[in-house]
């Protein structure tokens, strides 16, 4: 079976502040792809990442970063400097190469961001 | 611009009614998806349709139903058989490539209500 576990149900930081959301993933796929997905306020999921289970290089992006570890089977997510605007939902999802247009959805980590 | 368009942004349903939801795309994706997103909830897949003409359950197809005539377009019908079909509906599309390396794209989602 395949899972995504999203353990912070709810964050709440200052402004500024760095951040970390975690996710923890299980998939007896040797070849699979995570993902992190954003859903602010209006609702629509906005891609922010895919890597998959051959690249364990941690990625940055602006003040994004991600680090991938098989492992543990973890791949968290980091805002450092938070923003109001990254006050958001944020969807960790599991793709394994066995299961055909199946994305797995983390439950979602609701970020608050206070100014 | 490219994008998935949803309508409508809500959609109330009455007892026993059929309410269809809307969602086209112009990415020139082949594959298009379904998911329901309940309340402090991660999405939940329930049609996928990979080409023209064809589609599969997902983990929640009961009560629903959908076509694929065009390869813009899917529309997911909320049967008079979902008996709790409250909840935000979200549509994707990705290209479809090997072992699971695609990436879906998300609409703006429908919220339905039942009256």
């Known amino acids: 079976a395949q899972k995504v576990t999203q353990a912070q149900t709810e964050i709440s930081v200052v402004e500024k502040e760095d951040v970390t959301l975690d996710c923890v993933y299980e998939t007896r796929d040797t070849t699979y792809y995570l993902f992190w997905y954003k859903q602010p306020p209006s609702g629509e999921l906005v891609f922010l990442i895919r890597r998959n289970s051959f690249d364990e290089q941690n990625e940055i992006s602006g003040r994004y970063s991600w680090n991938f570890q098989k492992s543990t089977s973890s791949f968290n997510f980091t805002i450092t400097a938070s923003q109001v605007v990254d006050s958001a939902v944020y969807f960790c999802a599991l793709h394994g190469s066995s299961n055909t247009g199946k994305l797995i959805f983390g439950q979602g980590t609701t970020l608050q961001v206070k100014p | 611009d490219g994008g998935i368009t949803q309508s409508p942004k809500y959609l109330f349903r009455k007892e026993g009614q059929n309410v269809t939801l809307s969602c086209e795309q112009n990415l020139n994706h082949d594959a298009m998806y379904w998911y329901r997103q309940d309340p402090g909830q991660g999405l939940r897949l329930i049609y996928y349709?990979?080409?023209?003409?064809?589609?599969q359950k997902g983990d929640i197809a009961e009560g629903y139903s959908v076509s694929r005539e065009k390869k813009e377009s899917f529309p997911l019908t909320v049967t008079s058989a979902q008996k709790n079909p409250t909840a935000f509906y979200l549509c994707?599309?990705?290209?479809?490539?090997?072992?699971?390396?695609?990436?879906?794209?998300f609409g703006p989602g429908t919220r339905l209500l039942v009256l």
């Open positions: 349709s990979q080409i023209v003409n064809d589609f």
């Open positions: 994707a599309s990705s290209t479809i490539l090997d072992r699971g390396r695609e990436t879906q794209y």
